[in-house]
């Protein structure tokens, strides 16, 4: 079974400043999609960016972008330019491109303080 | 933009009761999924659907639970007798396909309560 870690419950980062938030992941499979969600105070789920395994190319969408290591099962998030409303609860979250398998499997979430 | 409905945004019920939350997936997505998310907690895998049967279902998802697609556009979660521990946030989610475009959209959850 695949799992998801994000060591980091809390962080926090300055208006305009730049942060990064932490996942690994485990699994035994070669080609599998990863995510990151967010979830503002409205509870609501919004993907973020989402990265296919067999691409060498790091995703990037506007402010947010990952650093994706295969080898050491790495998925994190670069926040740039941290605004307020990027505060929210963030998660990693991986799902299996193969077999019957079409789950999200989520991580315990990073809670991310942006301060003035 | 097309978006995931789900309803009601908050349930209150006693426990032993019979739930159903509502869900209307995305007109054109063909898999369909549930999540719950325990207050301050992860958000957990409960069931995938697709072509009106079940494709996968979690550990969570046991014979108190149920998931009916009853009309082509809605999609239920029924919890036949409620338990204090299900109190929870529960999340509809749906996609296009399993492979292909694979972002699954989610409903703004619904909070059920326990009481």
């Known amino acids: 079974a695949q799992t998801v870690t994000q060591s980091q419950p809390e962080m926090s980062v300055q208006e305009a400043e730049t942060v990064t938030l932490s996942c690994t992941y485990d699994t035994s499979e070669s080609d599998y999609y990863l995510f990151w969600y967010k979830q503002p105070p409205s509870r609501q789920m919004i993907l973020v960016i989402r990265?296919?395994?067999?691409?060498?190319q790091n995703a990037t969408e506007n402010r947010f972008s990952v650093n994706f290591q295969k080898a050491a099962k790495s998925f994190s998030l670069k926040i740039s330019d941290s605004q307020l409303g990027d505060a929210a609860m963030y998660f990693c979250a991986y799902r299996s491109r193969t077999g019957t398998a079409s789950k999200l499997t989520f991580g315990t979430g990073t809670r991310l303080q942006v301060t003035l | 933009e097309p978006e995931v409905t789900q309803t009601p945004s908050h349930q209150v019920t006693q426990m032993g009761q019979e739930v159903i939350l509502r869900c209307v997936p995305i007109?054109?997505?063909?898999?369909f999924y549930w999540y719950r998310q325990i207050l301050g907690q992860k958000v957990e895998f409960l069931v995938s659907f697709y072509n009106n049967e079940i494709s996968e279902k979690s550990e969570i998802f046991d014979d108190q639970f149920s998931v009916e697609r009853p009309d082509g556009s809605n999609f239920t979660l029924k919890i036949r007798s409620t338990k204090l521990e299900d109190s929870a946030m529960y999340f509809c989610?749906?996609?296009?396909?399993?492979?292909?475009?694979?972002?699954?959209?989610f409903g703004q959850g619904t909070r059920l309560t326990v009481v």
């Open positions: 007109s054109n997505h063909l898999y």
């Open positions: 990265q296919e395994a067999y691409k060498q």
């Open positions: 989610a749906s996609s296009v396909g399993r492979r292909l475009n694979t972002e699954a959209f």
